[in-house]
């Protein structure tokens, strides 16, 4: 656990995976980044040819580097400890209320288990009845103590896990190789950007588990334990939440996932095991708001703001101007990440000192690099409130890459564009989710409908409202979902990427030419709709919402 505990330190945007989208892993990387910011500071090599193509000359450069001295004497004086609203919800649940040492305490007694458990996870089919092999159920057996404590853990109202400070003892014995000091990097002490979030991947393990006790209890027919399982899985998901950090949101969504995943293959292969009354406790614990798994970047803010204060000097007034010390700690900081070679030649140290100098000089100074920052994040909040059928091209991405094909811009606005993180493609997460959340609860109405009808409805209105409160929206076009009769079983579908209604007949994903209902599922901006259609360049079919069985395994991986 040791390399997986390492690799959440500071991941606050990542990826993450599960069946209705296929983004959701691809958002949170096996090999999660350490630093809450997608880096996208160019290598040191490039750098050193800018100024020195702004300067017009080597000589300029030379006394360039004998200014630099001058800067070096300004200091940052950080003044604000940004993880404490970080961690604002968390330090405010109560101490006898928590969930986290119930949570830990089920991971000590799993202490060894993850790799196990990953395997027994891959192993499981997901588009047959196959039932659970019998070491995995001999291993639930065995770990059914935990079982109930993970269950209990999930029903408390806050996780209360602080992050960013030395880990108390009891953790210290869940994560024994974070025993060094975690709270120091280049950029000083408590710097958010050296944050760890090693409870994120106990989360993921978690859930890889409750998905095998669900499965066994649906495949067995014990409708109270799928329901229960369930229930876990989406508190888990609400716990992994308490930081408004982009990565925790991936992970819930990853977790909320896994619990429809479930539900659906239930619903698809072992039916009888749910009673009507569990169908109507299924359906009103995926039935919450649709914000209840929108993606947040109130720490990403934080950090980026955490950043600045420890780099430019502070006039008292939010102005202050890049130090020398401060770039070159940022630089440091970032080298750590870079498969790049160091180059300590003389040369490369006098070109660094001049990039250095140059870089401090033109760059954004302190309020105008926050103005700009709170500008990029105010516009990618409103943005993810809108529905997907309203999106255009993100304005945020256009901005970035205007600055970054800017050669004045792209040294003005470096702070932005090397920690700015990405911010629409995690908010199509959220999208993604709506959608897939939508189909399960189409999906669970028609079931109840036709035990008692003992048919399938000829359309969604009569689902409505004894079933249904009202026909969801197809997230691609915002018109009601699709249904169809196909050979007298029900298809539930939505557009897709292409925006065109096949009806209901599944894309042909290009990486394995064969039908997959995920396949037709991206979105494109409209001004590069029409252009993909044309070139043949989007699956023709449309995003399958039920039945799953064509779906290729879940990828919560």
């Known amino acids: 656990m ?3 505990a390492e690799m959440t330190r500071a991941a606050f945007v990542g990826r993450t995976n599960s069946r209705f989208t296929d983004d ?38 030379a006394c360039a580097a004998d200014d630099a001295e001058d800067q070096a004497a300004l200091e940052p004086n950080p003044t604000v400890d940004y993880r404490v609203p970080i961690n604002a919800v968390a330090a405010a649940v109560p101490e006898d209320e928590r ?36 070491d995995i159920a001999q291993f639930l057996e065995r770990h059914q103590d935990a079982l109930k404590t993970v269950r209990k853990a999930a029903e408390r109202q806050g996780l209360g896990f602080v992050v960013g400070y030395d880990l108390s003892p009891e953790d210290l014995e869940l994560w024994p190789e974070l025993s060094d000091d975690q709270t120091t990097n280049e950029l000083g002490e408590g710097a958010l950007l050296n944050v760890g979030l090693p409870h994120l991947i106990c989360f993921r393990q978690l859930g890889r588990l409750f998905v095998l006790d ?19 899985l989406l508190g888990m998901a609400k716990h992994a939440r308490e930081h408004p950090i982009a990565i925790s949101d991936l992970v819930a969504i990853s977790l909320a996932h896994f619990a429809g ?19 109507r406790s299924l359906a009103r614990l995926f039935d919450e708001p649709d914000d209840t798994f929108r993606i947040r970047f109130v720490g990403e803010r934080l950090a980026f703001q955490d950043n600045v204060q420890r780099v430019y000097t502070d006039d008292g007034d939010g102005d202050g101007r890049l130090t020398t010390e401060g770039f070159r700690a940022l630089r440091r900081f970032v080298a750590d990440f870079s498969d790049e070679p160091a180059d300590d030649s003389p040369e490369a140290k006098l070109a660094d000192r001049i990039v250095d100098s140059q870089l401090v000089r033109a760059a954004a100074s302190r309020r105008e690099t926050i103005e700009q920052c709170d500008r990029l994040f105010d516009i990618a909040e409103a943005e993810s409130r809108q529905p997907l059928w309203e999106w255009g091209e993100s304005v945020v991405d256009r901005q970035l890459t205007a600055w970054s094909e800017s050669p004045t811009d792209r040294i003005r606005y470096f702070m932005l564009l090397t920690f700015m993180p990405a911010l629409s493609r995690p908010n199509l997460q959220t999208q993604y989710w ?21 048919t399938w409805p000829s359309s969604l209105d009569h689902l409505v409202p004894r079933y249904l409160d009202s026909v969801r929206p197809d997230r691609f076009d915002g018109k009601p979902l699709r249904y169809t009769l196909i050979d007298g079983q029900p298809v539930v579908y939505s557009l897709g990427g292409d925006r065109d209604d096949d009806g209901g007949r599944p894309a042909i994903a290009a990486e394995t030419g064969e039908a997959e209902s995920d396949a037709a599922r991206n979105w494109i901006p409209p001004t590069e709709l029409e252009q993909r259609v044309s070139e043949g360049d989007l699956p023709d079919g449309d995003w399958i919402l039920w039945p799953p069985a064509i779906e290729s395994p879940p990828r919560g991986q």
């Open 2 to 4: 040791a390399e997986e």
């Open 24 to 61: 959701a892993e691809q958002d949170l990387p096996a090999d999660m980044p350490r630093t809450p910011f997608r880096l996208r500071l160019p290598s040191p090599r490039p750098l050193r040819i800018i100024p020195l193509l702004l300067l017009g000359s080597l000589a300029a450069a």
């Open 99 to 134: 969930a986290w040492p119930l949570y830990r305490q089920a991971l000590l007694r799993l202490q060894g288990t993850s790799e196990r458990v990953k395997a027994f996870y891959d192993e499981i089919s997901w588009t047959t009845q196959a039932t659970p092999q019998s």
């Open 214 to 232: 669900l499965r066994q209890a649906a495949a067995h027919g014990d409708g109270p334990t799928v329901v229960a399982d369930t229930r876990t």
């Open 261 to 279: 995943d479930c539900v659906l293959h239930t619903l698809q292969f072992h039916p009888e095991a749910l009673s009507d009354r569990q169908l």
């Open 434 to 454: 709506l959608g897939g959340r939508d189909g399960l609860l189409v999906t669970i109405a028609l079931h109840r409908y036709r035990r008692t009808h003992g």
